[in-house]
């Protein structure tokens, strides 16, 4: 678990990171989205402990750790990863190279790096590339060669910073398709920081919305979708293309013809308009009429209910509750 305590980092007087307090389970995706100048980067700066807050906190489980210095911090770091929306690639090394520095680094002997290069390169699907030039690689495989890079050194978490936001919708699946499946194999704790909401909606578990440096909405991306409490969350939600309107197309539609007949009450609620909004069916009348028996307002109506065929069952479930008599027309 990832603990922020009251963390606050300000630029000249910006609160870049205003007082952010949060618990980010092991383990899971979590992300985290804002809009641009929201404070995300300055928020993975300080938890990769790339730099140091101006107050408040950040444990690693029970561990403090955005005091340290030194080897203890170097050491701490070797247990992040790091992937940047740019790559952050040497130009001048190639696949291989650019994978094995960070186990250059840390001293390790010849043969194991070459060992575990190749374990890297199978991993992120790119065994064929080893010796290729960065400049030679699309978008795509530019961050498999990062995510491998951040990788190497078996890390407990990593970071992604924008990761996807240079990379075309089908790659972008793809490069999450992978974080997904290296954090189940690594027991990883992802955090995941960006402005799309697809990105939140494909890979996450959980997410907090960030605004102007504070958190002002966190919870499961399931609970985030269905309920979003801020107006902020709800244009994030809003930007999705909606996948149902597709879903709703490809499904067989049928129809039906009715007769209704109402009375009373039923008879001046707007119960049609219920029907298309809520049982999203299109309702076609062909006929009407209503009657004044005494005190009582009785009316037919013909209607061709076009729609899925769940749908149209729900929807005669609810004429029928509301008091409404059916006929089959012509079936
Ligand atoms: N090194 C810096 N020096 C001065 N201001 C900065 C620095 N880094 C970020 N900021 C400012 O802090 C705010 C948050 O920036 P940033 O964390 O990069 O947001 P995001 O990643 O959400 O777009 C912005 O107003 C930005 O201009
Ligand atoms: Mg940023």
């Not at 641009?36 to 993975?44: E, I, P, R, Y």
């Not at 390790?108 to 960065?134: C, Y």
């Amino acid at each position: 678990m990832i603990t922020l305590r009251n963390l606050a980092k300000n630029y000249s007087g910006l609160h870049a990171v205003n007082s952010i307090t949060l618990e980010i389970p092991s383990n899971k995706i979590y992300g985290i989205i804002g809009k641009s100048g929201a404070g995300k980067s300055t928020l993975v700066r300080l938890l990769s402990l790339l730099e140091k807050p101006d107050a408040g906190e950040i444990y690693f489980d029970d561990d403090r750790v955005d005091h340290l210095i030194g080897t203890p911090l170097l050491e701490r770091r070797r247990k992040l990863g790091m992937i940047f929306q740019n790559f952050n690639l040497f130009s001048s090394r190639n696949v291989f190279d650019n994978i094995a520095y960070p186990l250059e680094i840390t001293n390790q002997p010849k043969d194991k790096i070459k060992s575990r290069v190749h374990e890297l390169l199978a991993m992120v699907g790119l065994l064929d590339k080893t010796a290729s030039a960065i400049s030679q690689l699309s978008g795509g495989q530019k961050q498999r060669v990062a995510i491998a890079r951040a990788l190497a050194n078996y890390p407990e978490i990593l970071f992604c910073d924008e990761a996807t936001s240079a990379l075309d919708p089908q790659t972008t699946a793809s490069i999450l398709q992978l974080i997904k499946d290296i954090q189940t194999q690594m027991n990883l704790t992802v955090v995941m920081i960006t402005h799309q909401m697809e990105v939140v909606r494909d890979a996450c578990d959980f997410v907090s919305v960030i605004d102007d440096g504070e958190i002002v909405e966190s919870g499961t991306v399931k609970d985030i979708f269905s309920f979003p409490r801020t107006k902020i969350t709800r244009e994030f939600v809003g930007t999705l293309k909606p996948l149902m309107d597709e879903a709703i197309e490809d499904l067989p539609r049928y129809s039906i013809k009715y007769r209704l007949h109402f009375t009373g009450e039923s008879t001046t609620k707007p119960i049609l308009a219920r029907l298309i909004r809520e049982y999203m069916l299109d309702v076609n009348i062909l006929s009407g009429s209503i009657y004044t028996v005494g005190n009582d307002h009785i009316g037919e109506l013909i209607v061709e209910f076009v729609g899925q065929s769940e749908n149209l069952d729900a929807a005669k479930q609810h004429l029928q509750e509301q008091n409404v008599r059916i006929e089959v027309v012509d079936a």
